[in-house]
């Protein structure tokens, strides 16, 4: 017979087992029991200590974390960020693996990182930003008739013969009136050749005149006064040897240093609309609207369902002047560049569930109608056209209708408020 050791408590469990009497011996089925429970014990002996260990485990690790972290309350920081000028930094913590950002005021544009984060050396990501102004040039800053020019980070005044200093404010006397035109003016570069020859040149940007002097070339005045030959898109400036090309306010100058980009205010936050106000972004400004609904009238009433767009409320029984009323209206702004050629598509409408037999366009109102006409482009689509060219600054309102009828029964109408907001300039 094959005998099992088994511990001390276990096998005094097993003789506790109640028996027929002291002399009588286990038989199968009570031993299969016996062995049974035995092996419910053995399990809950075992499942509580795989607890108590995990706990005791759970603890360590908790008390580990909380020694190593201590440290970093000191040390795990990065230095404080100034805060720009003209701007704000938001985000107050400089710890590692924590971020900071960086917005400007209205009428400043972000130069630099607009996020930076602490890493774990303890150095900030990115560069320190600073806010430029859109325009540093709009407070007429030269005096006597200077021109500002607008930089990165300033600006710079050039001054006419006559006045010198920052803002051009100093008159300058007689004896230095040559001197006050030497930067368009310089000396050539001259060489003795070996037969006894001279020969000079001049810099980039300078041409050798009548009595050996470089004078400088005027780009501006060859190339910009010719739309074939057209250097700068809007302003040209002369400098000495060289031009630059100058942008209006609400316009940046293109990376290729020719063209003016749009400045989106609204995008950038550089806004002045109130809290309610839509902010609609236009070439070289912006517009702050408040689409509302119309009143109630003639049992007629609406409810606004987005910024954008209202819905009528449901009609009182034979209420017949709701029911031809519009079941809805919506908002629409366009920006526009000055004279754009004609004919232009300006803005598609059409219906997403066609349940009656046609459709029908047209202008109902608004201001500046003479430059507008409707077409049918497909069955379910009509389209506002611009059939002039119109010169800006202009805001141009137009009322649209699109009226669905079954059988010449009026099923709904929708009304579209379009409001096209045309620039100063072509671009």
Same mark, same amino acid.
């Given at each position: 017979?094959?005998?099992?050791?088994?511990?001390?408590?276990?096998?005094?469990?097993?003789?506790?087992?109640? +028996?027929?009497?002291?002399?009588?011996?286990?038989?199968?089925?009570?031993?299969?029991?016996?062995?049974?429970?035995? @092996?419910?014990?053995?399990?809950?002996?075992?499942?509580?200590?795989?607890?108590?260990?995990?706990?005791?485990?759970?603890?360590?690790?908790?008390?580990?974390?909380?020694?190593?972290?201590? %440290?970093?309350?000191?040390?795990? !920081?990065?230095?404080?960020?100034?805060?720009?000028?003209?701007?704000?930094?938001?985000?107050?913590?400089?710890?590692?693996?924590?971020?900071?950002?960086? &917005?400007?005021?209205?009428?400043?544009?972000?130069?630099?990182?607009?996020?930076?984060?602490?890493?774990?050396?303890?150095?900030?990501?990115?560069?320190?930003?600073?806010?430029?102004?859109?325009?540093?040039?709009s407070s007429n800053p030269c005096a006597?008739?200077? !021109?500002?020019?607008?930089?990165? @980070?300033?600006?710079?005044?050039?001054?006419? %013969?006559?006045?010198?200093?920052?803002?051009?404010?100093?008159?300058?006397?007689?004896?230095?009136?040559?001197?006050?035109?030497?930067?368009?003016?310089?000396?050539?570069?001259?060489?003795?050749?070996?037969?006894?020859?001279?020969?000079?040149?001049?810099?980039?940007?300078?041409?050798?005149?009548?009595?050996?002097?470089?004078?400088?070339?005027?780009?501006?005045?060859?190339?910009?006064?010719?739309?074939?030959?057209?250097?700068? +898109?809007?302003?040209? +400036?002369?400098?000495?040897?060289?031009?630059?090309?100058?942008?209006?306010?609400?316009?940046?100058?293109?990376?290729?240093?020719?063209?003016?980009?749009?400045?989106?205010?609204?995008?950038?936050?550089?806004?002045?609309?109130?809290?309610?106000?839509?902010?609609?972004? !236009?070439?070289?400004?912006?517009?702050?609207?408040?689409?509302?609904?119309?009143?109630?009238?003639?049992?007629?009433?609406?409810?606004?369902?987005?910024?954008?767009?209202?819905?009528r409320n449901p009609c009182p029984m034979?209420?017949?002047?709701?029911?031809?009323?519009?079941?809805?209206?919506?908002?629409?702004?366009?920006?526009?560049?000055?004279?754009?050629?004609?004919?232009? &598509?300006? /803005?598609?409408?059409?219906t997403t569930r066609f349940v009656g037999?046609?459709?029908? /366009?047209?202008? !109902?109102?608004?201001?500046?109608?003479?430059?507008?006409?409707?077409?049918?482009?497909?069955?379910?689509?009509?389209?506002?056209?611009?059939?002039?060219?119109?010169?800006?600054?202009?805001?141009?309102?137009?009322?649209?209708?699109?009226?669905?009828?079954?059988?010449?029964?009026? +099923?709904?109408?929708?009304? /579209?408020?379009?409001?096209? /907001?045309?620039? %100063?300039?072509?671009?």
């Open positions: 017979m094959l005998l099992i050791p088994l511990p001390a408590w276990l096998a005094l469990g097993i003789l506790q087992l109640p +028996l027929g009497s002291a002399q009588e011996c286990l038989s199968r089925q009570q031993a299969l029991s016996a062995v049974r429970q035995m @092996q419910k014990l053995l399990a809950a002996q075992e499942a509580a200590h795989l607890r108590g260990t995990r706990g005791l485990r759970n603890q360590l690790s908790i008390l580990q974390s909380h020694l190593q972290r201590q %440290p970093t309350k000191r040390n795990d !920081t990065c230095p404080q960020l100034a805060v720009p000028l003209n701007g704000r930094m938001l985000g107050r913590s400089v710890r590692v693996g924590h971020d900071v950002h960086f &917005v400007c005021d209205s009428g400043f544009q972000l130069v630099g990182s607009e996020t930076r984060s602490c890493r774990h050396n303890r150095t900030w990501s990115g560069t320190q930003p600073f806010c430029r102004s859109m325009d540093d040039c006597n008739s200077g !021109t500002c020019v607008d930089g990165d @980070q300033s600006y710079t005044c050039l001054c006419p %013969p006559g006045w010198s200093g920052p803002s051009c404010q100093s008159p300058i006397y007689s004896y230095w009136v040559t001197l006050s035109n030497a930067s368009f003016s310089r000396q050539p570069r001259c060489a003795e050749g070996r037969s006894g020859s001279r020969r000079c040149s001049c810099d980039t940007g300078f041409q050798l005149r009548a009595g050996g002097v470089c004078q400088d070339v005027d780009e501006c005045l060859l190339y910009q006064s010719s739309p074939q030959t057209r250097i700068c +898109l809007h302003d040209c +400036l002369n400098l000495p040897g060289s031009y630059r090309c100058l942008c209006p306010p609400g316009y940046l100058l293109h990376a290729d240093r020719n063209a003016c980009e749009d400045v989106n205010e609204c995008a950038g936050k550089q806004h002045n609309c109130t809290q309610g106000d839509l902010c609609i972004n !236009t070439f070289g400004g912006h517009r702050c609207v408040r689409p509302k609904c119309p009143p109630p009238r003639h049992n007629t009433s609406y409810v606004k369902t987005s910024a954008f767009q209202c819905e034979e209420s017949r002047a709701c029911l031809l009323a519009a079941t809805s209206i919506s908002f629409h702004y366009l920006p526009l560049q000055a004279n754009r050629t004609v004919p232009r &598509v300006l /803005f598609k409408m059409s037999d046609s459709l029908r /366009f047209a202008i !109902t109102g608004g201001r500046g109608q003479g430059v507008f006409s409707v077409r049918r482009s497909d069955r379910q689509t009509g389209e506002l056209l611009l059939t002039s060219p119109v010169a800006g600054p202009a805001t141009l309102e137009v009322e649209l209708e699109m009226s669905e009828f079954s059988r010449k029964v009026l +099923l709904g109408k929708h009304i /579209f408020k379009v409001t096209v /907001f045309v620039s %100063p300039y072509v671009f």
